[in-house]
């Protein structure tokens, strides 16, 4: 086994001296780079804010990557939409009576005054705790005041009207780097009297309606009855004309025949009178050829008379 010599001279050292420098001088720039760190990242949705031992730049650095000044803290603060939500919040009326409601405010951070709403207040989270939460709070309650009777809250125009106020009174918050876009009241719990009496007069109300639809009902049906009774009576009226004018008729058809049969009869009697022959010739007209007859006795004999016999052969 053999080894090869390696010459080791002055130079090699020296040059081995430079490239160990070197190497050492990139390693303490990586870790001065790291440590650091002469850039920051800005992500979407968000502004940054850098301070130097704490004083804050009054420009705010945009979404992106940026090189900056290694010694700077940069704070992120997120300007996105966010809720803010308060439950059961009580809301006095001028009946002295609380109604405890429920509210969402939608609203962002103004990234145009990001860094002094940070320099006055900290970040998003400083700046509802410290201004959105206690002016909705006041805001509410002021307009309640301006509210009559608690129930009064289940109207939709006060409901309306009440966010509108609260919506306008939040945009003062601007000044402070808040932008409040959107106010939802819900969940209106009115006290339990209260509710009890809405309740009483809701179902009073939904009686009234059916007794008046009832009412309308029944009118339909008595005008429908009196229409009817009205084409009856008509109908009726009209079939006894109808009869009455064939009674008439009947009437004067008997009153008629019986002149004309009267009137006959004294035509006939006229004529008898005046020609007694007539009465004759119909007795003869009528005879059958069969003589009447009378018993006497166990004798049956024909009934003739004598008289009328000698007065028909003259």
């Not at 990139?26 to 704490?54: C, H, K, Y």
């Not at 004083?55 to 900056?68: A, C, N, T, W």
């Not at 939904?206 to 009774?229: D, G, N, Y």
């Not at 009869?243 to 009437?251: F, G, H, P, Q, T």
């Amino acid at each position: 086994m053999s080894f090869e010599q390696i010459e080791i001279s002055p130079e090699n050292i020296q040059k081995a001296k430079k490239t160990g420098i070197r190497v050492f001088i990139a390693f303490i720039i990586l870790i001065l780079i790291f440590a650091f760190r002469p850039f920051t990242t800005v992500p979407a949705g968000n502004v940054g804010v850098a301070s130097l031992f704490g004083k804050v730049d009054p420009e705010e650095i945009p979404e992106g990557f940026h090189f900056i000044n290694p010694l700077k803290k940069v704070q992120k603060i997120d300007c996105r939409n966010k809720e803010l939500t308060l439950d059961d919040v009580g809301v006095p009326s001028q009946d002295q009576l609380t109604t405890a409601v429920d509210v969402t405010v939608k609203w962002r951070v103004d990234r145009t005054l990001a860094a002094e709403a940070y320099k006055d207040t900290g970040n998003a989270e400083a700046l509802e705790v410290v201004h959105l939460k206690p002016k909705l709070r006041s805001l509410i309650r002021e307009a309640g005041k301006g509210i009559k009777n608690a129930e009064d809250f289940y109207q939709d125009e006060i409901q309306v009207s009440m966010q509108v106020r609260i919506l306008e009174g939040l945009q003062n918050l601007t000044t402070k780097g808040i932008l409040v876009e959107e106010v939802l009241l819900r969940g209106f719990e009115l006290p339990r009297m209260i509710v009890s009496g809405v309740e009483d007069k809701k179902r009073q109300k939904q009686l009234a309606e059916r007794q008046i639809e009832e009412l309308k009902r029944f009118s339909t049906e008595m005008e429908q009855k009196q229409v009817q009774a009205k084409a009856e009576k008509l109908a009726a009226i009209e079939e006894a004309e109808k009869r009455k004018a064939l009674a008439d008729a009947k009437a004067y058809e008997i009153t008629a025949e019986a002149n004309a049969q009267a009137e006959a009869i004294t035509i006939k009697g006229e004529a008898l009178a005046k020609y007694p022959q007539i009465i004759k010739l119909r007795s003869i007209e009528r005879w059958d050829g069969i003589l009447p007859r009378v018993s006497l006795g166990d004798k049956v004999s024909p009934l003739i008379n004598l008289g009328d016999i000698e007065k028909g052969s003259k």
